[in-house]
């Protein structure tokens, strides 16, 4: 056991593995054709080499219980018991349980699923009531410390922190269950301390979003509580996402040993630290290196922080800003980045060497780093982009009153009372992956690529038909994700080769990188969208990415405001929607699912953020006539904080996830008089379950009794790339025949 925490840390690390391993493994055992003790035997391989990599790169205090198979949120609720009833009755094994929380079965749906704070990672939202009966379970934990130390190798054990965990369930009053969940975490913290674990991690992010007094007070009650515990680890709570604010003077006031702070989201927390007061005895653990962002880091500014840090505090150690879980492994795998853009990345990997170094600087204390060049993005410019950009009017972001539009579209569409329509895409099956490798790899040419994608579009197509939807989608064959798909497209975008980061679950993405001025150097959907509609005389949708949703799910400049860049994406996007239009496409969806990630945490700072956000989704969508019909797609998130904003984005019809948040949102549209089309999910497509024709029909029955059935569309959850042909025809088919029975009722 050691108790020194040492000048360098992370506070988490990428679990995926540099090739996706553990996504493929836990998909083998999803589909039956691993076991367990197979799975088991990826997961442990991968630890081992993640710890032996933070070793080898001389991190001081390394962490462990960060590894998971399907998500963090998840981990802790299994480790304090608090797996709901519905799921212990199944009678399945431990991990099957564990997945079915994740994923459903057919006997339950599964736990919601929203964003982790600002980043596009999702978690499962815990169930908390007064029947919650809370359990010490730290299994997980301590196998994996024990897995490490056999390999010679002290760990630090990491879970997140009992107030942020209440603050993240559902349920009624969860945060009125903080005492009865921290005697769970005393006993797990004593389970620890008998195992030898000398330091533990406990993650309490929720503290720099806004708290009322009752939730900072009930931060300092849980860690007065496990801070005088006589059999314990010492602990470190760890901030993180920006500034904590009035929770530090809290956290001051309990025994904890150590705190973490943001120092690159939360620039602030220097001054707070500084007001402060004393901090003898008190380590305070300084995140100068970006977990978020994948830019080099600018040491010689890191390291004037981290001085300053050094002259409050008896010790330092320096940390990445959070996990790294948000990017990817290993720049040094990336053989196609330009040379001048490549030398300004740092992935994981590289920021590991990062704090590492910054470190090193701090115990010796010197002020002198290698710095090669500064750090953060090179200014690329396009002054064809500034000069539209400048002179656009404020009537660029508007359209005509809504009664008009939809007047004009309803004569264009002729669509009945609750349409039917898909969220855009369909699966992406096996053939279609292979077909994109084999035209990367150059064995297939790219009119052999376009004879395979125009054959899956008109099977999609067919297949629409035959399933009676009313307005159809081509089914987005030929993209790989729909934010890469356009950053491949477009000027000031890079692309990356192995840079995947975890979604959720076994989701992962590769997030473009914006390193200059957008521009879009030609049509990027017009032909598949244009083809498709050729096929039929149903209204096809065009699908397009918004330009918040670009920004959120890449890896973006950090030279200018995002509004601008925003602005930049939206006027591409602009010219996009005009083609589209001239095409002869008179639907058009525009995906904003992260208008809500991407709000500031902090109330004081959303206003101007959803100005400039609404302001580039208009800017997007205002340029086509009114009879041309604007579609927008949300979800995963807590709308109700963005609802005023979702109004004024003024799309003719939005599309927001309502299955597993049982139609919540609805209520919220009401509220503020919503007077729109609305389409909440009515099918959970993260799921592989089938819904029943009954349980579609009675979520459509709930929506029809908050909204008027004729501004109502029926719609599944999200697209369907990840589902199966079989699910997905199974699922529609009750979809559409739910609709014709609550439409003729």
Not at 293 to 298: A, E, F, G, K
Not at 566 to 586: C, K, S
Request: aromatic share 6%; charged share 25%.
């Amino acid at each position: 056991m050691s108790n020194t925490f040492g000048q360098s840390t992370v506070l988490g690390y990428p679990r995926i593995g540099t090739n996706r391993e553990l996504k493929k493994a836990v998909e083998a055992y999803w589909a039956g054709t691993i076991d367990a003790d197979d799975l088991e035997k990826t997961a442990a391989g991968l630890r081992a080499e993640v710890w032996q990599q933070l070793r080898n790169a001389r991190l001081d205090s390394i962490p462990s219980n960060t590894f998971s198979y399907y998500d963090h949120v998840l981990d802790t609720a299994v480790a304090v018991g608090a797996i709901p009833a519905r799921f212990a009755r199944l009678g399945l094994s431990g991990l099957d349980t564990y997945f079915a929380m994740a994923r459903g079965v057919d006997a339950e749906p599964a736990l919601e699923l929203t964003k982790w704070f600002a980043t596009n990672y999702h978690y499962l939202v815990p169930e908390i009531d007064a029947d919650t009966v809370f359990k010490a379970n730290p299994t997980k934990a301590l196998s994996e410390y024990a897995e490490a130390r056999a390999l010679g190798i002290e760990t630090r054990p990491v879970l997140v922190g009992p107030a942020t965990f209440l603050l993240l369930a559902k349920g009624a009053d969860p945060f009125a269950r903080l005492d009865d969940l921290v005697d769970a975490y005393a006993r797990i913290l004593n389970a620890l301390a008998d195992a030898g674990v000398g330091w533990v991690q406990l993650d309490e992010p929720a503290y720099v979003a806004d708290r009322t007094p009752a939730e900072v007070e009930g931060l300092r009650r849980a860690y007065t509580r496990l801070g005088e515990l006589a059999n314990r680890p010492r602990i470190f709570v760890a901030t993180y996402f920006g500034e904590i604010r009035g929770a530090l003077s809290a956290l001051l006031d309990t025994p904890v040993e150590a705190i973490g702070l943001d120092l690159v989201a939360g620039p602030g927390n220097l001054r707070k630290l500084a007001a402060s007061g004393p901090l003898a005895g008190r380590i305070i653990v300084a995140g100068l290196v970006d977990g978020h962002n994948i830019w080099r880091t600018d040491l010689r500014a890191a390291i004037t922080n981290g001085a300053t840090v050094t002259a409050l505090a008896d010790h330092v150690a320096v940390s990445t800003s959070c996990s790294l879980l948000h990017v990817p492994v290993d720049l040094s795998v990336e053989t196609r980045l330009a040379p001048e853009l490549f030398e300004r990345l740092a992935f994981a990997r590289q920021k590991v060497d990062e704090v590492v170094l910054l470190g090193k600087a701090l115990r010796d204390g010197t002020a002198h780093v290698p710095v090669p060049l500064p750090g953060g993005p090179h200014v690329w410019r396009n002054g064809d982009v500034r000069t539209r950009l400048a002179a656009l009017s404020p009537a660029a972001r508007r359209r005509a009153p809504f009664v008009e539009r939809a007047a004009l579209q309803q004569a264009h569409l002729n669509l009945p009372e609750l349409p039917t329509t898909t969220i855009g895409s369909f699966p992406q099956t096996a053939e279609l992956r292979k077909a994109r490798a084999e035209l990367r790899a150059g064995r297939l040419d790219a009119d052999g690529y376009t004879a395979r994608m125009r054959a899956e579009v008109e099977h999609v197509i067919r297949l629409q038909e035959q399933l009676g939807l009313d307005v159809l989608v081509h089914g987005e064959p030929e993209r790989n994700d729909m934010v890469q798909y356009f950053g491949e497209q477009l000027d000031g975008f890079a692309a990356t080769d192995h840079g995947w980061v975890q979604s959720y679950g076994s989701r992962c993405v590769r997030p473009p990188i914006i390193y200059g001025d957008v521009a879009r150097k030609a049509p990027m959907t017009v032909e598949w969208s244009g083809y498709a509609q050729s096929l039929t005389a149903k209204p096809v949708k065009g699908m397009l990415t918004g330009p918040v949703t670009i920004l959120a799910w890449s890896f973006v400049r950090t030279d200018q405001p995002l509004s601008d860049t925003a602005d930049q994406v939206a006027l591409a996007l602009r010219d996009e929607t005009v083609d589209l239009e001239a095409a002869g496409i008179r639907v058009i969806q525009v995906d904003e699912p992260a208008l809500r990630e991407t709000l500031p945490l902090r109330h004081a700072d959303q206003e101007s953020y959803l100005q400039w956000a609404v302001g580039a989704f208009r800017l997007a969508t205002s340029g086509v006539a009114d009879e041309t019909q604007i579609h927008t797609h949300l979800c995963y998130s807590e709308f109700g904080d963005v609802i005023t904003a979702i109004d004024e984005l003024d799309a003719d019809v939005t599309s927001i996830e309502a299955s597993r948040s049982k139609m919540e949102v609805l209520g919220d549209l009401a509220a503020i008089g919503y007077s729109r089309g609305v389409g909440p999910g009515v099918w959970d497509i993260h799921s592989p379950r089938v819904p029943s024709h009954d349980e579609v029909v009675t979520a459509l029955r709930n929506a029809v009794a908050a909204v008027p059935a004729r501004r109502l569309w029926v719609n599944p959850d999200c697209g369907l790339k990840t589902r199966g042909y079989p699910e997905t025809e199974a699922s529609l088919r009750h979809l559409v025949a739910a609709a014709a029975e609550v439409r003729g009722s």
